[in-house]
């Protein structure tokens, strides 16, 4: 990942035939994923007729139309329209509109590569600890697997490479961080990227009532219980919240 | 009135399929649906049925099947061996099945998926709008021997079976491919030679994608390593780590890192998909235009099979048992039409 930077002018660009890419950068970075978030924000209240689905990443939002109601050029012409223009664009994220708080327990059994992080970071232990609770975590994409949230941007210091070989298996509910990144499995996984801590909280269970939790933007704190803790929360977390608790902001 | 489906034996990759579950994207879950989408609508032309029908999707092996209510079925797909009552069974076609008969359906004879489609509709409970089977994302299981699944009533048991002559598309062929966001990443010779290399169907294939096998150097993208991940979908031609191409099909992730060539069009995949091993595959490139021309007259493809699906008609010259039918009802003197 490139530092923060003004990402270039953003690119419209088509996805399959159903989809309108518009790219803001080919690398991540807070200011690309701020103006996503950005045009997310106004494409939900400035709608675009045919268009059924709005998804940011961490540098580009993909429109999927319905070729049904509306064609390719239609939705470029109006996505274009709703753009912050380069020169005025915030590099800072949108406020968010929720927040979830979120017990997660580090180190240990549960963050088996806490300490390799910290050497790989130059932070200690505990500096690791402390700063993943007080960054306000914002969830930038969601994907790879369904629910999986990327979280982000953690401070420069967290700028590790992912791990030349894959760790075969971490289990559901690890938290794994590369890259200024965290990834919140929800579902046991093989990955690249370090577990540090791990959590009760799943985004995603498909027979829960509301089978999805996160959306792109929501902001996300940790908080750090003891190994005892976190136990007792997994004796009885059939719900898959974990002792999560969302706060809803005006 | 309902019934049930009794699948006695089931091949390694039975599952039940429909056309997916659209505007999941942003919570990371692909469509999924039919690896073979137009097989699925032959299907229901066949059928006739208003809409597409819940179709149990056989990668190379079928099963042996049973129901407890007649209804008429389409073979669709890569043609497999058939057999009903010691019957062999035509491919593209319907057929009736009653209570007491056994459909037994076996290996594939040419293409890789093949789908059995009951016009009494499957009865299952569906997840977002669909009853796909997305195993590999723990939605839905695969089919295995012994199951058992509910089914509404054929509508309209007593209907004509139908045939429809379908255009080959199990041995291979052209894909049209539109741009992407990344063609651009890929140098215009590398593109070039791209389009110009004969691939051969690779044996890592199934139902997340299938890769192209070819000889020669691999495709290098620019600034390959340091890419975001971002949007992938079904038919992009994605460069892994060693160059070689990686079509998306229907069960693929929603977002990747690795570059990719272009999208081979939804219309081509279903040939991408039943390409035997060792098939030859090519990538031609298409403008946006024709693809986007291809999306609009797509709304157009049920209807046109609906129309094309004719009835059978039986040659007696085919018909083994023959003399079981009562072909004359009664002889009469012949001047019935005389007399008062």
Same mark, same amino acid.
């Given at each position: ?250 | ?6 699948? /006695? ?85 319907? /057929? ?29 409970? @569906? ?79 199934? @139902? ?5 096998? /070819? ?30 191409? =990686? ?72 018909? @083994?048992?023959?003399?079981? =039918? ?15």
């Amino acid at each position: 990942m490139e530092p923060a930077k003004t990402p270039t002018d953003a690119e419209v660009l088509p996805l399959g035939q159903t989809g309108v890419l518009v790219r803001f950068a080919r690398h991540a970075s807070p200011a690309a994923t701020a103006r996503c978030l950005q045009l997310r924000n106004a494409l939900a209240t400035q709608t675009i007729h045919g268009v059924v689905e709005v998804i940011p990443s961490l540098t580009s939002v993909l429109l999927q139309f319905d070729p049904t109601q509306t064609n390719r050029a239609a939705v470029a012409k109006a996505v274009k329209a709703r753009f912050t223009p380069q020169d005025t664009a915030e590099d800072a994220l949108p406020a968010p509109s929720r927040r979830w708080h979120i017990p997660v327990t580090f180190g240990g059994e549960f963050g088996p590569q806490l300490a390799d992080f910290a050497t790989l970071s130059g932070l200690s232990e505990d500096a690791v600890v402390t700063q993943a609770q007080e960054t306000e975590l914002r969830v930038l994409a969601i994907g790879f697997a369904p629910g999986q949230p990327y979280l982000g941007y953690l401070p420069p210091a967290w700028q590790v490479p992912r791990q030349r070989d894959l760790t075969p298996q971490v289990p559901a509910g690890a938290i794994v961080t590369a890259v200024r990144q965290m990834v919140l499995f929800c579902n046991a996984s093989t990955t690249g990227w370090r577990q540090i801590a791990q959590t009760g909280f799943r985004p995603f269970l498909r027979d829960r009532a509301e089978a999805f939790l996160l959306q792109q933007g929501d902001a996300l704190c940790l908080h750090h219980v003891s190994h005892d803790t976190y136990r007792d929360l997994m004796r009885d977390n059939a719900d898959g919240m974990g002792g999560a608790r969302l706060e809803v902001l005006t | 009135m309902s019934g049930a489906l009794h699948i /006695h034996r089931a091949g390694p990759a039975l599952s039940v399929q429909d056309l997916g579950r659209p505007g999941l994207m942003s919570q990371g879950i692909a469509t999924g649906g039919a690896a073979d989408r137009l097989a699925l609508k032959e299907a229901a032309a066949l059928l006739q049925a208003p809409c597409i029908l819940p179709a149990i999707e056989m990668a190379g092996l079928g099963g042996s099947f049973t129901v407890t209510t007649p209804t008429r079925f389409a073979l669709t797909g890569a043609v497999m061996q058939a057999i009903l009552d010691g019957e062999p069974l035509g491919w593209n076609e319907s /057929h009736l099945l009653s209570p007491g008969q056994r459909l037994e359906v076996g290996g594939v004879l040419k293409g890789v998926y093949g789908y059995l489609t009951f016009a009494a509709p499957l009865d299952l409970p @569906r997840w977002m709008g669909s009853v796909a089977t997305q195993a590999g994302l723990g939605i839905g299981q695969m089919l295995t021997s012994g199951d058992s699944l509910p089914m509404q009533a054929d509508p309209d048991a007593a209907a004509p079976t139908r045939r429809l002559a379908v255009p080959d598309r199990l041995s291979g062929g052209a894909l049209r491919m539109m741009a992407g966001p990344q063609t651009a990443l890929f140098a215009p010779e590398t593109l070039e030679r791209a389009l110009a290399t004969p691939f051969r169907r690779d044996a890592a294939a199934n @139902r997340q994608g299938v890769r192209l096998h /070819h000889d020669g150097a691999p495709f290098p993208a620019d600034d390959a390593t340091a890419l975001a991940s971002d949007f992938i979908c079904p038919g992009d031609v994605q460069m892994t780590g060693d160059g070689v191409p =990686y079509v998306l099909m229907a069960d693929c992730q929603t977002m990747g890192g690795y570059p990719r060539l272009g999208t081979v069009v939804a219309q081509d995949l279903p040939m991408l998909a039943q390409a035997p091993l060792g098939a030859e595959l090519r990538l031609e490139t298409i403008t946006l235009e024709q693809a986007d021309a291809l999306t609009a007259a797509e709304a157009q493809t049920l209807p046109q099979l609906r129309a094309a699906a004719e009835v059978k008609l039986r040659d007696p010259y085919q018909i @083994r048992d023959l003399l079981r =039918y009562q072909l004359i009802s009664g002889v009469t003197a012949g001047d019935d039409l005389d007399r008062d």
